[in-house]
């Protein structure tokens, strides 16, 4: 196989505060929050940046990112944003969202603001799990998945199938951009042993900053990242990563599902 | 609109009310008794004589709407949304977190006669929800009830004042008689007033450090404190804006407490009653919360009786009871349903008064 180096770039970003996360070892919203800041700082929008702040693991990213904040209540996020955004139409406007907020108690929210091609971006955190609140079936909990509330597994004859928020967005006239990336490390085995590789970090930054730029453009960004939630799977934090890159992937397969301005091309 | 008169329905006049306050966007579902207030906005939008008005929208749903109009109010925007009953229950979400966030806006609820689908009559009977809270958590909202066409056009500027005066979303509480009714309206030659939303709005933390918008607090003690400091600044508001109107009330015996569309049948039965020589007199309160508590009290320490007239079963009579206390005569008439009260039954029962108390 062969061998490609990646670098990230460490170091101070202004879009970042100096605030350590509360999130837990191996959740991937510390690094959404650090790719968001690396695409803040990259076009420059810091300083005319709205974070509309979800509830969920991602509500106290307003101690995480250098930028005004308004906390949403569960699930309106997308319409808090579109409220400042059309009498703002000069900020950039982005949420993170959970599968819990964005495609259950805020799915209508979430389907209007893109039906409507609201000029605005959401990030959704998928791990299959409402983390915040301990763990219990997500729209996006897979069949057969133990939670606290399937302690027997998702029954899909009770329940219905996981939700595919990337394919519902992706059928509405009003999305622009509409793409699901992973935030889970993939292991690949090479000649000198099992390592990690961040071609899906890569991608998945990729991916932030197009959201952004297709805002900029007038249109509604949305990007589903593939993420774990170890402490609530009950999984050490590389089996939680296996998990996605194994088992999440087939049910939500990764890639762009809608480009209407074509930014993946630029 | 300024300096002109003009003959308009109550939910019409509020909405050119809002323009000439400096509206600058609008969210809202449609329902009855309050849809002429979207419909007379959207056919305003765009029309330069309101180059404030930014924005007009019809949300998918009352909670989309009061959380968009917390979006731009939070940006430092004159934000509106109207509604009735049933959507005034969908919109306690997002009062609680306004007022929560100290986010300025302006809410309309157009009361309709409830509890559930009820009908679309007029009833007062949101008086509770409007002024205990409504939503989750230690709350109010700045409560404005219009009695008038003429006021239903002046409260959206007095409400905007208010709202980012204190940071809090105010109600209008009107009901569907004052939304529907048809009056001559006169329009004040004014200019919106300018507020200073520099030091909190979401505008970009360009120059500044972030302005947070939070309602999420694990610290207990800090949760205390900012808590704390809302309901000092509730004090301030029950100590410096209390609206009311007061009506031939200085020789009265009996005093008739009523707002909104009731106090204008007690004005007629008032009026029929003082050329009959008996000294009646109305008390109305604009603001239903903060609650003119201390001038009701005061009326009572001059040994006056009270008529309570509502068209509930009883809301505000609680707030009433609680301000002259137990030694003062209280009597009430509640309709509901739709009904409202005659003059001649409040004829017949403020006779009855000297004896019978509720």
């Known amino acids: 196989m062969t061998q490609v180096a990646y670098t990230i770039k460490l170091g101070k970003l202004d879009s970042l505060t100096d605030t350590p996360t509360h999130y837990c070892a191996g959740c991937e919203h510390g690094t959404l929050t650090r790719l968001i800041a690396a695409a803040m700082d990259g076009l420059g929008i810091r300083e005319k940046t709205v974070m509309i702040d979800s509830v969920g693991c991602s509500v106290l990213a307003f101690n995480y990112l250098n930028c005004d904040h308004v906390v949403a209540a569960h699930g309106r996020a997308p319409a808090v944003a579109t409220g400042l955004k059309r009498v703002h139409p000069e900020l950039m406007v982005f949420t993170v969202q959970g599968d819990g907020d964005a495609a259950s108690i805020g799915l209508l929210e979430l389907i209007y603001a893109a039906k409507r091609s609201t000029p605005i971006t959401v990030f959704l955190v998928n791990n299959a799990i409402y983390g915040m609140t301990g763990g219990q079936m997500a729209p996006t909990t897979l069949e057969g998945q133990v939670t606290t509330t399937t302690p027997f597994g998702r029954d899909v004859h009770l329940t219905g199938t996981e939700l595919d928020a990337s394919k519902l967005l992706a059928t509405l006239d009003g999305a622009a951009y509409v793409k699901r990336a992973s935030l889970a490390v993939q292991e690949i085995s090479t000649q000198r042993g099992k390592v990690y590789t961040i071609k899906n970090l890569l991608d998945a930054k990729k991916s932030v900053e197009n959201a952004f730029k297709v805002q900029a453009l007038g249109g509604f960004a949305f990007v589903e990242l593939l993420s774990t939630c170890s402490i609530n799977w009950k999984m050490p934090v590389l089996d939680a990563k296996r998990f996605v890159n194994d088992r999440v992937v087939k049910k939500f397969p990764l890639g762009l599902y809608k480009d209407t301005f074509g930014v993946e091309r630029q | ?358």
């Open chain 2, 1 to 358: 609109m300024g300096g002109k008169r003009v003959y308009l329905k109550g939910n019409e006049a509020l909405a050119y009310g809002a323009l000439e306050a400096g509206l600058n966007a609008y969210f809202g579902y449609p329902i009855t008794p309050s849809s002429e207030v979207p419909e007379t906005l959207a056919k305003e939008f765009g029309n330069k004589k309101y180059p404030e008005f930014k924005f007009f929208l019809q949300a998918a749903s009352e909670l989309e709407a009061i959380n968009m109009t917390l979006g731009a109010a939070s940006g430092g925007a004159r934000a509106m949304t109207a509604t009735s009953s049933p959507g005034f229950s969908l919109k306690q979400e997002g009062l609680s977190y306004a007022a929560c966030m100290e986010i300025p806006l302006l809410v309309v609820d157009i009361c309709r006669a409830g509890p559930g689908l009820g009908n679309l009559g007029p009833e007062q009977s949101d008086y509770f929800q409007g002024t205990k809270g409504g939503g989750h958590g230690n709350y109010r909202l700045i409560v404005l009830a219009p009695a008038t066409v003429q006021e239903m056009a002046l409260l959206p500027r007095i409400g905007f004042d208010l709202a980012f005066k204190y940071r809090n979303p105010v109600l209008i509480l009107g009901d569907a008689f004052t939304g529907q009714l048809k009056e001559d309206v006169e329009f004040p030659e004014v200019t919106p007033e300018h507020y200073d939303v520099s030091g909190w709005a979401a505008t970009g933390a360009k120059g500044r450090s972030p302005h947070i918008f939070n309602s999420l607090e694990l610290d207990y003690q800090k949760w205390f404190k900012h808590i704390g400091k809302i309901y000092e600044k509730y004090q301030r508001a029950q100590e410096n804006d209390v609206r009311f109107e007061e009506y031939r009330t200085e020789d009265a015996e009996t005093v008739i407490i009523a707002f909104g569309i009731a106090s204008r049948i007690a004005k007629g039965a008032v009026n029929k009653l003082r050329s009959k020589g008996v000294k009646v007199g109305l008390f109305r309160p604009i603001t239903l919360w903060p609650f003119p508590q201390s001038q009701l009290k005061m009326l009572a320490s001059q040994g006056k009786r009270f008529l309570v007239i509502e068209l509930n079963t009883g809301q505000m009579l609680e707030d009433v009871k609680l301000a002259v206390g137990d030694g003062a005569t209280v009597g009430f008439i509640g309709k509901w349903g739709g009904v409202v009260p005659t003059e001649t039954e409040i004829e017949n029962k403020l006779r009855r008064l000297e004896v019978v108390a509720v």
